[in-house]
């Protein structure tokens, strides 16, 4: 029952590289997302997709590129990390459509960009 | 306007009492709603669904407003392990986004 698995779970990068933050869902969910959380705030949808094939812009996009690889794999990818993408990093799945279909998480990834 | 909006608390209440949240929407196509748990640090987990007729799960009742767009949260009989920030989602199945509240902090004290 692994649900949403995330990789890494921590990571340090220096200002300028990249790199890809990994997530798969085991759920046969349609759709999944990525959130990014900042200390005493609320969660930010930085990219989501609705169904394979489809990538859509959330709250918070610049910065950032994603990749839905296959129905499973959602990937987020940062090309030049910078300081002020320091945060914690959640991957979601969810059902598409239909009512009362929640947003299962996963444990996230903590990334610090110095 | 924020589509979904909490009280940021902290609520502190004592063991055994009970505490009610409230949450506010803007979106009256909104079609789904939850309540979602988060420790510090740590990824939100599912605390339960929140039906059109009103739900309870053992000490945890959910409620809907439509008419006045607010879903409320009732905890009683907290417990230490209680202590968390609560977050409020509410979901346009249509368009598959949910929208998350900032989360309300509550903390039980012995």
């Known amino acids: 029952n692994a649900g949403v698995t995330q990789t890494p779970k921590f990571q340090v990068l220096k200002t300028g590289q990249s790199m890809t933050l990994q997530c798969a869902q085991d759920m046969n969910h349609n759709s999944m997302y990525w959130y990014r959380q900042d200390p005493g705030m609320g969660l930010r949808l930085i990219y989501y997709?609705?169904?394979?094939?489809?990538?859509d812009k959330g709250e918070v996009p610049n910065g950032y590129n994603v990749s839905r690889l296959n129905k499973r794999e959602f990937s987020l990818r940062l090309e030049s990390a910078a300081p002020s993408q320091t945060s914690v990093y959640f991957c979601a799945s969810s059902e598409f459509g239909g009512s009362n279909q929640p947003q299962h998480f996963g444990d996230g990834t903590r990334l610090s960009i110095l | 306007r924020k589509e979904v909006e909490q009280d940021p608390g902290p609520f502190n209440v004592p063991e055994g009492a009970t505490v009610a949240f409230n949450c506010t929407y803007s979106n009256s196509a909104s079609q789904s709603f939850f309540w979602y748990r988060q420790d510090c640090r740590k990824e939100p987990k599912l605390l339960m669904s929140v039906y059109s007729s009103g739900n309870e799960d053992g000490r945890f009742t959910a409620q809907l407003n439509r008419a006045s767009q607010y879903i409320s949260l009732l905890i009683r009989d907290s417990k230490l392990s209680d202590s968390a920030t609560y977050l409020c989602v509410v979901n346009l199945y249509n368009f598959n986004k949910f929208y998350f509240g900032s989360g309300t902090k509550l903390n039980v004290k012995p």
């Open positions: 997709s609705a169904s394979e094939g489809t990538t």
